[in-house]
């Protein structure tokens, strides 16, 4: 549904928060002169101006106007160990020293690669890349060479980049249609389905014989704002693994976050090859695809050589980069080395707790949900019986899960107004380093937040 409620003149939400951030005002008005939509990032719009952030660390942020904030952004999912983490900046800074950009080989990317592959139970070799987008891409190119098939399976609402293979089906054109600027022939070569519909997907896989590979978030679409069923994926392993169709799993966000081996450790599902990329740099730009060793000879000059087969391209300028490096390799250390993981994940179950009293006490019939160190608000937009205490999110069809009540633009400008920065989705990922106190804040914020809400008469249907 539109959010029509942040054209309102006369919401104390809109009016606080526009009073609030004139520094922000500004330079967004300065930023669309030069900049589609005055953004660098689609995730970033808002109504009436996105936030401007000067300075991170840890658990904190703040704006151009001097606010401070409790981060749930998280860097898009990238700072699982907060803003500013000692050891991190520690590898950055004194690679910086070194050099950021040898466009030779270098030492930091053996290790890191090694690192990588110690730590994923699916990863024998990597190939760098300078992004997740990059990562899923090289995966199509690379599953299409090893099994001469040219289709991939694409789950409706799992995002895997923005390039053309993945174009269609996580926002609209669920139907495997070509979005704006696709060619209909790329469009063509990825099949859509759905998580929830288990029998037709094993149907696909076993009527076709022209599948390479079924890309999927083994942790649910945007982090588990729509959740797999693991008894889903455990079919997806047995099915490709008998039709000899490549599994991949997009660990981009759920990798070494759900825990040091990626979510595919805790589902105990292992599959033919992964992308990672956000907290696998560090919180620096780069990523990779991982897999098993034999289908990476496709990338090897002597290997193809030998086989007296044509070699799969890849370049990358920034592939690999000393300074990324050296941050992916001291972030994966702490990650290895630590329960960071753990106190994320038992952070944010607290947090969804509180967040859900919140809405039982106040007999709103919205719900928290989500797993591992990442939480999930469902608006409710079809206005259904909802208990915040008994929510079950596979219960709800997927379109659903990701349409949201007409008031949540106004209901992320309320938690700004009280110091918290959520994702618009509305959700947030969670850091290591947040705290007791971030927690309290949070909590108090969500609940002034929804009485202002009431107040301005958003949630009269939903009480």
Not at 232 to 245: H, K, N, P, Q, S
Request: charged letters at 20%; proline letters at 5%; a negative charge.
């Amino acid at each position: 549904m539109p959010d029509t409620s942040l054209t309102e003149t006369n919401s104390p939400i809109v009016a606080t928060f526009r009073e609030r951030t004139p520094a922000s005002a500004a330079l967004y008005e300065r930023a669309q002169a030069v900049l589609p939509g005055g953004l660098a990032h689609d995730t970033r719009f808002m109504k009436p101006w996105p936030i401007y952030i000067d300075r991170a660390q840890g658990s904190k942020k703040w704006d151009a106007d001097g606010h401070e904030y409790v981060d749930y952004m998280g860097g898009h999912g990238a700072l699982l160990l907060g803003h500013g983490h000692p050891a991190v900046l520690e590898a950055a800074h004194a690679q910086l020293d070194l050099g950021t950009h040898y466009g030779s080989c270098h030492p930091l990317e053996a290790e890191w690669a090694e690192i990588v592959c110690a730590m994923v139970p699916s990863a024998e070799k990597v190939r760098f890349t300078a992004s997740g987008t990059e990562a899923t891409l090289l995966g199509i190119r690379l599953a299409r060479a090893i099994t001469g098939k040219a289709k991939v399976v694409h789950f409706s609402t799992h995002f895997h980049g923005w390039h053309d293979h993945m174009a269609a089906g996580y926002m609209d054109h669920f139907d495997g249609s070509a979005p704006r600027g696709v060619q209909p022939e790329v469009a063509a070569d990825v099949l859509p389905a759905r998580t929830d519909r288990p029998d037709e997907v094993r149907a696909l896989l076993e009527e076709r014989d022209d599948i390479a590979a079924v890309f999927l978030e083994p942790t649910g679409a945007s982090w588990g704002r729509v959740p797999v069923d693991p008894a889903f994926v455990a079919m997806l392993r047995e099915v490709t693994a008998a039709r000899g169709i490549l599994l991949i799993f997009d660990e981009v966000i759920s990798g070494f976050r759900v825990a040091p081996g990626c979510a595919q450790t805790e589902l105990g599902i292992i599959p033919d090859m992964t992308t990672l990329a956000k907290i696998a740099a560090g919180g620096l730009p780069g990523g990779l695809l991982a897999g098993k060793a034999e289908y990476f000879d496709l990338l090897d000059f002597d290997a193809m050589a030998a086989a007296g087969a044509e070699k799969v391209l890849h370049f990358g300028t920034f592939n690999a980069n000393p300074l990324s490096a050296a941050a992916g390799i001291a972030a994966l250390k702490v990650i290895r080395d630590t329960d960071v993981c753990a106190r994320a994940n038992a952070y944010a179950e607290r947090l969804r707790a509180g967040m859900t009293d919140v809405l039982a006490e106040e007999g709103v019939a919205w719900a928290l949900y989500g797993e591992y160190s990442g939480f999930h608000l469902f608006t409710n937009p079809k206005r259904r019986d909802c208990d915040p205490r008994a929510f079950d999110p596979l219960s709800v069809d997927i379109f659903e899960l990701k349409e949201n009540a007409p008031s949540v633009g106004k209901l992320r400008l309320g938690m700004l107004n009280h110091g918290v920065d959520m994702n618009g989705w509305p959700g947030g990922l969670i850091s290591a380093v947040h705290t007791d106190t971030d927690l309290d804040q949070t909590v108090n914020a969500f609940r002034t937040t929804i009485r202002d809400l009431k107040d301005e008469g958003d949630l009269a249907d939903w009480t």
